[in-house]
Nanobody, 124 residues
């Protein structure tokens, strides 16, 4: 069992930066693929980025590549999402999730454990 707690969201202006953190407790963190997803009001949850257990494989949705960077610190059982040049369309609740089977990193169904989410609001 893995518990995930996100932090770092908030209200920022367009073109600002934010770094989201997701702290994990429980066993196995360093073996799991970790992902970030987001859900805007009235929209489906969408994939943002994922990182393999060792951090050597990174996955991004094309529209966010170059602005968002995912990383992890296994010693701290924490995964991060650095978001730069934020736009109003990035406004959403951001969720981190753990994928113990390390498959289909962009599919939410592949993730067994989810955090409660952190709100990011970007004003234009």
């Amino acid at each position: 069992q893995v518990q995930l707690v996100e932090s770092g969201g908030g209200l920022v202006q367009a073109e600002s930066s934010l770094r989201l953190s997701c702290a994990a407790s429980g066993r196995g963190f360093s073996r799991y693929t970790m992902g970030w997803f987001r859900q805007a009001p009235g929209k489906d949850r969408e994939f943002v980025a994922a990182i393999s257990g060792t951090g050597d494989r990174l996955y991004y949705v094309d529209s966010m590549k170059g602005r968002f960077t995912i990383s992890r610190d296994n010693a701290k059982s924490t995964v991060y999402l650095q978001m730069n040049s934020l736009k109003s369309e990035d406004t959403a609740v951001y969720y981190c999730a753990a994928n113990p089977n390390n498959n289909w990193p962009a599919k939410s169904d592949a993730y067994d454990y989810w955090g409660q989410g952190t709100q990011v609001t970007v004003s234009s």
